[in-house]
Structures are given as C-alpha cells and as structure tokens.
C-alpha cells in the first residue's frame, strides 16, 4: 500500500457501503449463512494479509482471520448498518490481533515476511549497483526487526499508518485513541527506530564508505 | 530543546498532517539545524524502506482452504448476532438467584407472622414516661418519695465518685447541684 502520504487507501473507500454490499449485510442479520459467506469470501484476503503484518506468522494469522469473521457474525447486531462492513470488520481484525500479542506476550520471529527493495533511491548510490544493493537489504532486514521489537502501542500505529497507509484519524478510529495519541507514537516510533538503525541509516546516507 | 518539538513536527509531516504555519515554521528550522536536517534525512530512508514491505504471496489455494475452514466454523458454530444472547448458565445462575431471595422472603415473614406476641406493659418506655409513671405511682405518700429521693441521691453520689473529670459540674443543672449539695452538707443550707 505504501506510505502514509498516499491518503488512508482501502479505508476511504470504504466510506459508502455499495448497495450489494448492504443487502449482503442485512441478509447475513437475518441469519442467511450464505450472504455472511459472501461477505467474508470479499475481504478475507484483506485482513488476513493485515493480520500478517502484525503476526509475521501465517498459521497465526489464518486462525485470527477465522476468528475475526466467526466473530463478526456472532456480532452482527451491533454492526450499524449505516457503516462499512470493512472497516467495522477491520476494526476487530486488529483489536482481535493486538490482544492475541498481548496475551502471547512476545512475539515470534517471522518466518515468510518479504519485501520488495528494487527502487529505494539511495543518495550518493547508483540504484541497482551491488553496494547499494547490499546495503538497502541489510537495512531492510535491520528495519524489520527493529518495527517487531517496538512496544505494541508504537508498533500498531506504525502499522496502520506507514503499512496499511492510513490517516491519523483512521488509525486513531480503529485503535480507539485520539488522533493526538496516533500523532505522539508515530513520532515516538520514528524516533526509537532511527535510534536502533542511525549507523546504518547514516551509511546509506553517505554512501557506501 | 526546541528540536524536540521540531522532531514530532517532522513526524507529522510525513504523514501529512502538519499545518501551512507550522510547515513553514520547520523549513526555517531545518536552514538552520544540521542536527533535524540529518534526522528528517533518515526518517525519509526509514519511511521509503518500510513502504517498500509487501504482502507475502500466498501459496495457492490457501485462501480458498480458509475459506472452507470459515464455512464450517459458521455451521457448528453460534447463530448470526448470537453474541448478545444469555447462554444457558447465565440464565439459569439468575433462576438460582431469584429462587434464593423467594425462599429468604417467606422465611422473614414466617418469623414476623409467628413470633411471640409482647405484651404492652413490657414495651420499652421512654425516660420522661418512666419518671411519670414512677411519680404518678409516689403520689402523696412520703415515705415513698423518700425512699425515691434516697435512691436517687445515692445514684448522683456514685456519679459523682465515678467522675475524674474536674469539669464535671460544669455539666450539672441547678437543681442537680443543689442536690449534691444537701447530700455533702447532710441537709442544711450552705
């Protein structure tokens, strides 16, 4: 999805539920399985990848995914119909997620997490070149880490914000915090980032030594 | 100090959410301030690698076998907005509940139906009646009012034995003194 700056993506679009969308909901309320299933079959793709980022674990990030949907319909009452069903599935998707890590207490080490590192634009390295090459993987890997090894609070804004490219006021929406406390993380968790990685940031910077 | 201030507002830039003022306020920080100009240069390398993460690919057929694991969990599960519904042991916790305040309630009005009736002249009385009675029942004769101011005298004396307080007169009436003072002085004028 990108950087933040890109605007809050998925979420904005999901301000006005399309009609088909709505009469899926409101059958599902009614107790039609199927309709729920059709719901669940459009999204679970989106939240299982959202859950990922937080889980880095594939196997726990189906189970989460089977238990935000099993959740969500058990909860269908409270959902206001005037909502996105994405965004109020979102919502439990994450708030599911941040309690599983709470519980678990420590976080695994990830085990398929990949990135694409092809077009970082490095000054003072030609893109592409070997040096460069080695340097953006090192600091890709270094990063990674660093985002796991950031206090859940800082992390889950990390996430939604830099990741998932949301607003503040989403972020804040879908955390339950205000939008000054999103503002306060994301500042505490560029900081505590650029601490841990400031040799290899201050290499990259000046090129390879 | 002040570069603190100017660290979250670059944080808040990158994410769009700094103000024309503010904005403006930072570019002539940054002209000025090796220091913030070098950390907002790593927090854009920051930003730029953490935008380049993407989803993992999914081996084939893993969404569809979710897929299939959510269907069957929809039907042994709970029905659709069942999560509002009281389960069976929390209905039948309240039944318990009323049951027992049921039984309390016909136990306390057995007890106030069959408890043994007080007669009226074993009624707890107040002092002032009491005193009534008590003089009504003296009346004219004098050797019990004697009697009756014996025993009452005897009582003030014990008081006034049993009080370690010096103050202790301070708390008496007039008549109540005067009292003492026929009892000390065995009956004549001071």
Redesign the interface.
Known sequence: M????EGSGDHEREAGPDPSERGLVAA??????EA??TL??LY??RI??TI??FTRD?EDA?DL??ET???A??????FRQGAGFYTWIYRIAVNSTMNFLKKKGREKNRT???????????PGVPPGSPEGESM?NE??RK??EA?DGLPLPFRSS?IL???EGM??ADAAGVLGCS?NTV??R??KA??L??RK??PY??E??HGVP | MACRKY??WI??D????LSDKRRAALRRHLEECEGCR??K???K????????????A?RAG??DA??R???E???S????????TIPLAGRWKWVWAGAAVFVLALAGGTILLLRPKTPPDLWPVSYEESLARVLGEIGEDADLAESFDQVLQASIGETLLQAENPTFWEGLGEDEIRLMELDITNGREI
């Open positions: 990108g950087a933040s700056n599902a309320r009614n107790g039609s399985m729920f299933s669940a079959g679970q793709e299982y990848h990922l980022r594939p189906g995914t089977q949907f099993m959740a319909y058990r909860s269908l009452r409270s398929e997490f990949r990135k694409d590192v092809d077009s970082i634009s490095v953006r600091l890709g990063l990674e985002v990390f914000v830099v990741h607003s503040h939008e503002s306060w994301m500042h560029r900081k980032l650029q990685l400031k940031l201050d990259v910077r | 660290e979250r944080s808040d990158m994410d769009g959410r070098s950390y240069e790593n927090l390398i920051l930003q730029a690698e953490a935008g380049k993460f993407r989803e993992v999914v893993f969404m979710l897929g694991r959510l269907e969990g929809l039907r599960g709970p029905a659709a907005g069942s999560a509002k």
